[in-house]
């Protein structure tokens, strides 16, 4: 098979070969961008379906749910405008009007206990006609069931069902445990024909002794599923709606939500809720495993995942609707993906149509083009077989292409260049390897190693020498450098590691670098050697290099007799060290005094009074060696007058009474100058005990008695310092207890200095604090820092705390190790108490920043800022928020008329009085500008919100404060508009805040003194 592919191919075979490539690369770039557009294509019109879906769904759902609370606001507004005296035939016409006009509601009733109660349903599939079910104050207990027209006239009395209160009434039970505009979970109706979901509104009328009025309105899930089987796509596809735990809601296959279930002992049917595991659909039933992931999903969420049923692959997203808290739904939407690749797949054929048709094009023009080039190929294939014969002499031809004609012109020019070259090869070539021959032969001759290194490293060339010094027959086949210390086992002497490559001759040479060492050792069994390596780089004419030369020799019995030596030096010099031991002090002292800059030797014979010293005693004296005379009278003047009694004191006393002889003393140098000296001698003796030789030597110590002057006056300018200054210092040991305090530490802490040394630098300080901490000094001595500062609190000896600002360093001795601490601590007590009464300032500056000077409830700004704080936590939590706004009627004229003081006293009472009427510490009161305030009230409904906007016109009425010019009433009065709902997200709350204003402003259209709220006709 490899000879195969090896076997030279026609160009003809290349040609066929290179046409099938392209051909293949041409089909399978064609297939891969296809298979990118359509998969492109399907993502965005599967982007677009989803989203149409669940908008459509999402916004008819949300708007018959919104309806249905919508009809109970009005009825509520109604009721509340009568203050609860409406007839309830009234309310049963206009109910019945109702669910005439909205098809989709399915029954709308009212409740008050113990007064009138009905609930108004469809009946059945008629149109036009409701079932009234009636609870009556006249006849208590009794359900009355009676038929009505469109218009609510009574047609035909039904049923009375006794006992019946208003509790037995499903709807109500099912309203219980949620607020009011949320919707309760399904249910079973009365007369047990449909599950139905309800929302109710209480009603709170201006008269106390009246119970609370709750109008309800319900929706059938059969109407949900009517909804989504009416809904029309695009492309063909499934949407159901479904709750969390995967019991049906509608969906627009014929799955209904719910099943009829014949009971086996008695009479009669059950409801059974549909559970998607249980659809006749078994596309429905392979979803059912998708639910608990949904589960994950925030409300407005969605996720797409792919499913295969049936061996096609749907497209399903599931979405975690959220137009009301209350009711947990999912709305998944299924999509084919053939019904998504069916437009795709009929445009599929005329493409592949022009590809066909493309490659057979490209196909006739290969052929073309190949027979084109072959023919002058072949042509000059012939001339190449001439070309290549010895001595053949050619001539060129004429040929109709002019290419292959000046192709035939240059062959035949390059064939007799070609015959000249290899004339010149040849006889270069019998040259090069006569020099060869004769280079090897003195290679081979030289009796040290040489190596030649190509550029990768292996050798290729190594002469018998060397051979025979590595212990070698061949030599080894190297891979590359990296290998040559492990192929050629070298070491460094006296390791037991391979040696560096990168330092190795060859390895240098061939980096350019021309090196020398001396400690390569050859290791191979029990042979070892040492060798002595040049690495020199062998250059080409171009300067690059193209080889290394390696010479080695042999250098071990060198490197043995070297050690040998070595081995007896040390020896040698141990001997010396043991015999001379005993002279070694006398010997040193006396080398150092005799080479030393600042000492000299003297030797004094007492008996003939001869005296002589050294060369470097005369720059003690100040004197020049010819001025001076070698006898103790000279000497003695050469001293300080004040020190010449004391010295020949001490010298009587080393020559009678054999006192060492150590004396300090002064020379006086003619210019002033002062030389301290230190002066030391022994005395030798004869036999009789007469001293005979009194010798020794003077050093100079003028250096030491300058440094010793200046410790002690720097000793003494430090204590008085460390004494006088203000600020409270003290020197603590490395174990944290004092060594020397100053009087400003001892009045810091109230303690004497004894006391204060028995005590402890962290006893001091307040708990929690530590002075001297692990960390800080650490640093210290490692010297990453020279000092550091911290503020702690102390425990003053009477029982107070004071506060002082810390600066801790560190004193080492000569030998730079620790010796103890400096302590410096500020009293910044002042400094804590001017501190914290800024703060107070600011805290107070602050507040006053917030409030409105005049009514003291909040400004403007501070109302700008908790509304937008209060209204990032509504839109993240979903929940409600009420904006109400205030304008005292007819303001200006009450100024006009009563003066401005009268106006701000105005402005202070009904500030107070809405001061009063909240009770919530996150409820808000600002003034917003002139005679307008604001309330923010979150978490807060619109029945809460009428309820503060009630209670707001009670405590102003009950102020009656008088206005003479009021156009509609003798005491002040205001209006109110009110914005109330769950915010969205991304909605910026100045949109409530106009809403607001604009109901404030439709409350004054309609006449004053009332509140309105926003998108809600009635004025209250």
């Not at 030649?452 to 891979?479: K, R």
């Not at 040696?499 to 040479?509: D, I, K, S, W």
């Not at 004419?541 to 080695?552: D, N």
Request: charged letters at 20%; proline letters at 5%; glycine letters at 4%.
């Amino acid at each position: 098979m490899r000879d195969s592919l090896r076997k030279p191919k026609s160009l003809r075979t290349l040609f066929i070969i290179l046409f099938l490539f392209q051909s293949g690369v041409f089909l399978g770039l064609s297939y891969l961008l296809f298979e990118q557009f359509k998969q492109r294509t399907i993502s965005n019109l599967l982007t677009a379906l989803t989203i149409e879906t669940s908008e459509r769904i999402n916004n008819k759902i949300s708007q018959e749910l919104h309806t249905a609370i919508r009809l109970n606001a009005i009825n509520r507004d109604v009721v509340a405008i009568t203050n609860g005296t409406t007839n309830y035939n009234s309310l049963i016409r206009a109910v019945a009007i109702q669910l005439n006009n909205f098809p989709n509601i399915s029954a709308i009733g009212v409740s008050q206990v113990g007064g009138y109660s009905f609930r108004v349903n469809r009946y059945g599939a008629t149109p036009n006609q409701f079932d009234v079910e009636l609870l009556s104050p006249e006849r208590p207990n009794e359900l009355q069931i009676f038929r009505v027209n469109s218009v609510g006239n009574k047609l035909v009395d039904l049923v009375t069902i006794r006992p019946f209160k208003v509790t037995d009434w499903p709807w109500y039970k099912s309203i219980q445990n949620i607020k009011p505009n949320s919707w309760s979970q399904p249910y079973i109706s009365r007369e047990g024909s449909n599950l139905v979901i309800s929302t109710y509104i209480p009603i709170y009328p201006t008269d106390t002794y009246r119970l609370p009025t709750l109008f309800v309105s319900s929706i059938s899930l059969e109407k949900i599923n009517t909804l989504l089987e009416g809904q029309q796509f695009k492309v063909k596809s499934l949407a159901l709606i479904t709750e969390l735990s995967g019991e049906l809601v509608g969906a627009t296959t014929r799955d209904k939500p719910y099943s009829l279930v014949r009971h086996k002992n008695e009479p009669g049917y059950s409801f059974k809720r549909t559970h998607i595991q249980d659809s006749s659909n078994p596309l429905l039933v392979s979803l059912a495993p998708l639910l608990p992931q949904a589960s994950t999903l925030k409300p407005g969420e969605s996720r797409l995942e792919s499913l295969i049923f049936a061996g096609n692959r749907y497209y399903v997203e599931i979405e975690r609707l959220n137009f009301d808290p209350s009711l947990d739904w999912l709305l998944i939407t299924v999509i084919s993906e053939a019904e998504l690749t069916q437009d795709i797949q009929k445009n599929l054929i005329p493409i592949l149509f022009l590809l066909a048709l493309l490659l057979v094009m490209m196909g006739i023009l290969n052929l073309v083009t190949a027979q084109a080039i072959i023919r002058p190929i072949r042509t000059l294939q012939n001339r190449t077989r001439e070309f290549v014969a010895p001595h053949t002499s050619l001539e060129t031809i004429a040929h109709p292409i002019k290419e292959i004609s000046e192709l035939d012109s240059a062959f035949v020019e390059m064939a007799q260049k070609i015959h000249i070259t290899l004339n010149q090869l040849q006889t270069t070539n019998h040259e090069l390897v006569e020099q060869k021959a004769h280079l090897c032969q003195i290679l081979d001759a030289i009796p040290i190693g040489v190596a030649i290194h190509a550029l990768h490293g292996q050798v290729e060339y190594l002469n018998p020498a060397g051979m025979s010094l590595l212990g070698l027959t061949a030599i080894p086949n190297s891979p590359g450098l990296d290998a040559l210390n492990q192929d050629f086992y070298l070491f460094q002497v006296g390791q037991n590691c391979p040696y560096p490559t990168e330092l190795l001759p060859a390895v240098q040479a061939l980096h350019g670098q021309t090196t020398e060492l001396d400690d390569l050792e050859f290791r191979q069994g029990e042979h070892h050697r040492i060798f002595k390596a040049y690495g020199i780089p062998i250059y080409n004419q171009a300067r690059e290099i193209t080889a290394a030369l390696v010479i080695f020799l042999d250098i071990t019995e060198r490197k043995h007799l070297e050690d040998i030596l070595q081995n007896y030096n040390q020896t040698l010099a141990a001997e010396v060290r043991q015999q001379t031991l005993a002279l070694a002090k006398s010997e040193e002292k006396f080398r150092f005094a005799l080479q030393s800059t600042v000492t000299s030797w003297w030797d004094w014979d007492p008996v003939n009074n001869l005296i002589d010293w050294s060369d470097n005693f005369y720059p003690m004296i100040g004197r020049p060696a010819e001025a001076c005379e070698k006898t103790v009278e000279a000497f003695m003047t050469f001293l300080h007058p004040d020190d010449q009694a004391h010295v020949g004191a001490a010298i009587q006393n080393t020559l009678i009474h054999d006192i060492p002889y150590r004396v300090e003393f002064r020379f006086l140098h003619p210019d002033g100058a002062i030389c301290w000296i230190l002066a030391v001698g022994t005395v030798q003796r004869d036999e009789t005990g007469q001293a005979i030789r009194m010798s020794g030597i003077n050093l100079d110590i003028t250096e030491r008695k300058t440094i010793e002057e200046a410790l002690r006056k720097s000793e003494e300018r430090f204590r008085q310092s460390f004494n006088t200054t203000a600020v409270s210092s003290a020197l603590v040991g490395l174990n944290g207890r004092f060594i020397a305090v100053n009087p400003a530490l001892c009045e810091f802490f109230g303690y004497s200095e004894d006391e204060l040394k028995d005590i402890s630098l962290n006893e001091l300080t307040d708990a929690g604090g530590s002075p001297l901490r692990t960390d800080l000094i650490e640093q210290l001595l490692n010297r990453v820092i020279s000092s550091y500062s911290l503020e702690n609190c102390y425990q003053h000896r009477l029982g107070h705390q004071v506060w002082g600002l810390l600066t801790v360093s560190l004193v080492r001795d000569d030998h730079e190790q620790p010796l103890y601490y400096i302590c410096q601590i500020q009293n910044i007590d002042p400094l804590k108490q001017i501190q914290a009464e800024l703060q107070q300032v600011n805290t107070e500056l602050e507040y006053l920043t917030q409030i409105d000077s005049l009514t003291g409830v909040f400004n403007r700004r501070y109302f700008d800022q908790v509304l937008a704080q209060e209204w990032q936590v509504a839109c993240r939590e979903g929940d409600y928020f009420a904006l109400l706004m205030l304008d005292i009627d007819y303001f200006k004229n009450y100024n006009d008329a009563l003066g401005h003081q009268a106006g701000d006293s105005c402005l202070i009472q009904v500030a107070q009085a809405l001061q009063r009427s909240i009770h919530r510490s996150s409820d808000l009161v600002a003034r917003y500008g002139g005679e307008e305030f604001v309330l923010i009230l979150p978490r807060t409904d619109l029945s809460g919100a009428v309820v503060i906007a009630q209670r707001i016109q009670d405590l102003i009425s009950a102020q009656d404060l008088p206005h003479p010019t009021s156009a509609i009433s003798h005491q002040l009065t205001v209006s109110i508009g009110i914005q109330c709902g769950i915010p969205r997200p991304g909605q910026p709350p100045q949109t409530w805040l106009r809403a607001a204003d604009d109901a404030l402003y439709l409350a004054k259209e309609k006449g004053r003194n009332q509140y309105v709220v926003n998108g809600s006709e009635a004025a209250i």
